[in-house]
């Protein structure tokens, strides 16, 4: 059996996207141990996760997002750009709402002049209407100390943890796994954030995502810290705040409604073999 996939990233942050809007591709019951398999870095394809493009009742499409530890994330917002950026490979349409565990989402896709089928980038903008949940700030306990952090959740947990040193040289891999991994935030585990504020509109961030480990941007992380930062003080609500990350820089607005702006880009496209 053959599965046809691209691959495809936000700002690094690369996933392997398969369309099942005709028929599944991959069984239901093997997508985790899919995800695992092909997610590997060196051996296989590599990817920070795997990401389905289904039908959906109440929207144009529905986004299925397996973790490389073949977890399912509620939400993943730099994936989201890919899958509205190949749903309009596929349809042609420019606007679109897009169904997720964490809530549904308007999409609106602008294609680089560059861009086109089989290659290219596009800007996308999303709305996001789902959860967005600010649960203001707590204390962990960890080996290295005590650590405050902000929780937010916007349709999947995250932990955004303010530095006053700069979070370039901050051992994000050792304290990310123990924020993820910590008792508080059993069983679900969480995504973790680490972030200096460089203005009432920038922030630099660094993060940990649960079930994959550190990544070049998070676009939900992106926006959980834009939130965080707003609602402390530290950030302006109702303006573009822009979130340099390794990978690149991500734009959000949070006020009344929430907008998010950044590039979704293909690398190539391909063909997997499964089983023997």
């Known amino acids: 059996m053959e599965v046809d996939f691209t691959k495809m990233h936000g700002l690094g942050n690369d996933f392997i996207v398969i369309s099942e809007l005709d028929s599944a591709a991959v069984d239901e019951a093997d997508k985790p141990a899919f995800a695992r398999d092909f997610c590997r870095r060196n051996i296989s394809v590599g990817a920070d996760g795997v990401l389905f493009l289904q039908p959906s009742d109440g929207c144009d499409l529905r986004m299925r997002m397996f973790n490389p530890d073949g977890s399912e994330a509620e939400n993943c917002v730099n994936g989201l750009r890919c899958v509205a950026f190949k749903y309009h490979l596929l349809t042609g ?4 709402c897009v169904e997720t565990r964490g809530g549904s989402v308007d999409v609106n896709i602008r294609v680089e002049p560059a861009g086109g089928k089989g290659g290219g980038t596009a800007i996308a903008e999303l709305e996001m209407k789902g959860k967005r949940e600010f649960g203001g700030k707590a204390e962990l306990e960890l080996e290295t100390g005590n650590l405050q952090y902000v929780h937010v959740n916007v349709g999947n947990p995250h932990a955004v943890i303010f530095l006053d040193e700069d979070v370039s040289g901050f051992p994000v891999p050792e304290i990310g796994k123990s924020v993820e991994m910590h008792e508080k935030f059993a069983p679900a585990r969480t995504n973790a954030e680490f ?27 992106s926006v959980a810290s834009v939130i965080a930062a707003c609602e402390l003080g530290l950030c302006e609500r109702g303006e573009w705040v822009r979130v340099e990350q390794p990978g ?23 063909r997997l073999r499964l089983g023997k």
Do not use: H, Q
């Open 195 to 221: 972030i200096n504020v460089k203005g009432r509109t920038a922030l630099k961030m660094r993060v940990w995502e649960r079930g994959a480990g550190e990544t070049l941007s998070c676009g939900t992380g």
């Open 248 to 270: 690149g820089a991500l734009e959000i607005k949070y006020g009344d409604r929430l907008f998010l702006r950044g590039p979704a880009e293909i690398s190539f496209e391909g």
């Open 93 to 96: 349409k420019a606007d679109m």
